[in-house]
């Protein structure tokens, strides 16, 4: 009886293990697939890091951050870049949040990122339909259709999962972006020399 108890509880700890495992490797790979395939904006080769942005268009860090990502990701065509637009519930982030998701249902949304991530409230204020229309105007964005489908269910959904990836993550602060397996959250500027070192980091574990 002894003996069969011991197995028992040896095949318990074995699910629990397993299960845990998946568990983890669920966890990993939520949070670096997006929802649409049109918020990887470079595939990579499979060789190089993840990186995975979990967005705030409502934060200036962030837009510099990205900036500073894209330079990076096109000088290192090796890197896999996904951006993740979060709707926070702060300022603009879940306005635009929204109509870049929408937008990029009409294969507009790495034109629009540029867009938005050009866009400096210090200089132009909160964002407005002005601005909205000025810029699907630009690059061929059915404006109407971006703003009917940026309430829809398609949207929404995919704004829940963005959301959702972030409160998974256990983000605090923005800019946070994600390299690998590793979560990083920043309280100033990330420079080059930062990313760079993040990267190798990454490389050697």
Same mark, same amino acid.
């Given at each position: 009886m002894f003996f069969r108890i011991c197995i $028992?509880? %040896?095949a318990? +700890? $074995?699910c629990y293990a397993i299960y845990e495992i998946v568990k983890v490797r669920n966890y990993w790979h939520f949070l670096q697939? *997006? *929802?649409a395939d049109f918020? %990887?904006?470079q595939k990579g080769n499979g060789e190089g890091p993840t990186i995975v &942005?979990?967005? /705030?268009?409502d934060c200036e860090y962030c837009k510099d951050t990205h900036l500073l990502m894209m330079?990076? !990701? !096109?000088?290192? *065509? /090796?890197? #896999?870049? %996904?951006? #993740? *637009?979060v709707p926070y519930a702060v300022g603009d982030a879940e306005m635009a949040a929204e109509m870049l998701l929408a937008a990029g249902l009409q294969g507009k949304f790495a034109d629009m990122d540029k867009a938005f991530t050009a866009y400096k409230y210090s200089l132009r204020g909160p964002l407005? &339909?002005?601005f909205f229309r000025e810029t699907a105007a630009l690059y061929d964005v059915d404006f109407d259709k971006m703003m009917r489908e940026a309430e829809e269910e398609k949207v929404q959904e995919m +704004?829940? /999962? /963005? !959301?959702?990836?972030? %409160? #998974? !993550?256990?983000?605090k602060i923005t800019p946070a972006f994600m390299i690998n397996k590793t979560i990083y959250q920043q309280d100033r500027p990330l420079t080059l020399s930062d990313l760079t070192s993040m990267v190798r980091q990454e490389n050697n574990r």
């Open positions: $028992a509880c %040896i318990l +700890a $074995a697939t *997006p *929802p918020l %990887i904006l &942005e979990f967005m /705030n268009y330079d990076y !990701a !096109a000088k290192n *065509p /090796n890197v #896999r870049l %996904i951006v #993740r *637009p407005a &339909e002005k +704004a829940k /999962n /963005n !959301a959702s990836a972030s %409160i #998974r !993550a256990n983000l």
